[in-house]
């Protein structure tokens, strides 16, 4: 139901020359109108949903002072708009007496419509935060325009205590109470997975949002005012809008929990997959890892002057947790398995990616000596195609570079000095010289057609 806002300003003057019959029945029709009005806003208020909860409800700390003083306003503005209309009747009893209003006539409606004769109870003595036996002085004597502005003060702290109240429990309720259903769900699903306060901190988290909407729920009903925040400056009755902050915090709450608890239904449904995936990643580094111990003991054999790293056996670690996994599955503990699951995930790759970072480094001798083999072999295979197979000084750095690079233990250092000295042996062979005994531009041509 709507509230209408301020009552219209009263237009009088203060008491001066006497009305004319014209000018008393214009203003007795105007204030004819702003009396209607004003009635039509109080009963608005009267009958405001929000006013009939405020009385209904059991109010605490500063909802409930406020509406104590709203309700001492409201007493308030109904006696002075009963002051009001009583010196309105009595003007218009006054104009009804006679068709032409003689001037004692006119004077006693220019007093009644301008003067201060209006009586009213004292402001201060019933205002808010004013005892009720307040100021030795009662009533007071006000004019109709200022006994209109005392009822728009009224009026407008009432009314915006009221909005306020209403704007706050029409929001925050429902919303909390949606939340809740959620969150029935949601513990619901949650206990079907296992997840459950003391054994699991999702279920844990669940009952804690469940004691904070509770609290929440109690505490928005019983004071709603602790709830809004007032607009800024002056603004209307009702300006403002509610504080969502605790419910914003329990929903963004609720919505981790429930992506926690999907991704423990997604571990029920993908379970064996992820088992069968990881024990393969270990059996992969097991094997990776054998692979390397292998080939450490045939560097030790092959490769001399060399160091060469220690080989680590597979871990009996990550397969004791694989096998705690495999157990929560067939006792269908998915909460529990979820976590280990994802964590062994990452770590069984860890693992591989370790066990094939240590057969790498393991075989970088057997790989240095390959390439120092076939980089011999390419320019030998080169000094062929020039026919300089059967030259004495190639054919004795070829087979030194050779022995050494096929017995065992190989000195890769001294093979590779080898290789090199059989290379630049190939390369001045092959480079063509001046006359004069010093290499050319011919020679930068048959150096390159050394490295095709």
Not at 141 to 166: I, K, P, Q, W
Request: hydrophobic residues 40%.
């Amino acid at each position: 139901m709507g509230v209408a806002g301020s009552f219209p300003s009263f237009a009088g003057r203060p008491p001066g020359p006497v009305m004319g019959r014209d000018e008393a029945d214009r203003t007795l029709a105007r204030l004819g109108a702003e009396h209607e009005a004003i009635e039509t806003s109080l009963l608005a208020l009267e009958e405001h949903a929000g006013r009939r909860l405020l009385e209904g409800a059991a109010l605490a700390g500063a909802t409930e002072e406020r509406w104590a003083s709203t309700k001492r306003s409201i007493t308030l503005l109904w006696q002075y708009f009963d002051a009001y209309a009583g010196t309105l009747a009595s003007a218009r009893e006054i104009r009804s007496r006679r068709r032409y209003p003689g001037r004692s006539d006119l004077v006693a409606l220019t007093g009644l419509l301008r003067g201060d004769g209006v009586t009213v109870p004292n402001h201060g003595a019933a205002g808010p935060g004013t005892a009720l036996t307040g100021p030795a002085r009662l009533s007071e004597r006000l004019t109709l325009e200022e006994v209109v502005a005392r009822m728009n003060d009224l009026y407008a702290g009432a009314l915006d205590m009221v909005l306020s109240s209403d704007s706050v429990w029409s929001a925050l309720p429902a919303r909390i109470d949606l939340l809740a259903a959620e969150l029935r769900r949601t513990g619901s699903l949650a206990h079907s997975v296992g997840v459950r306060p003391g054994q699991h901190p999702a279920g844990d988290d669940l009952e804690s949002i469940a004691e904070e909407l509770t609290a929440l729920r109690e505490q928005v009903i019983s004071d709603p005012l602790a709830f809004w925040v007032p607009g800024p400056g002056s603004a209307a009755p009702g300006g403002g809008r509610p504080d969502t902050t605790r419910y914003d915090r329990a929903a963004r709450a609720l919505e981790e929990v429930r992506r926690e608890i999907e991704a423990v239904l997604a571990v029920r449904q993908d379970a064996e997959q992820r088992l069968v995936q990881v024990r393969d990643l270990l059996s992969r580094a097991n094997r990776t890892l054998a692979e390397a111990r292998l080939a450490r003991g045939e560097v030790l054999a092959k490769i001399a002057a060399s160091e060469v790293p220690a080989v680590s056996g597979p871990t009996t670690v990550l397969q004791e947790r694989l096998a705690a996994a495999s157990a929560y599955r067939r006792h269908a503990q998915w909460s529990r398995l979820s976590p280990l699951l994802e964590s062994l995930e990452r770590e069984a790759e860890d693992e591989l990616l370790r066990a094939r970072e240590s057969l790498t480094s393991v075989t970088e001798p057997l790989a240095v000596r390959a390439e120092l083999r076939g980089r011999l072999d390419a320019y030998r295979a080169k000094v062929v195609r020039h026919g300089l197979a059967e030259e004495p000084l190639l054919v004795e750095r070829y087979d030194a570079a050779r022995r050494m690079l096929w017995s065992a233990p190989c000195d890769l250092r001294v093979a590779e000095q080898a290789v090199l000295r059989y290379q630049r042996a190939v390369t001045d062979l092959l480079t063509p010289r001046r006359p004069d005994g010093q290499d050319g531009q011919d020679g930068q041509v048959g150096q390159g057609e050394t490295s095709s």
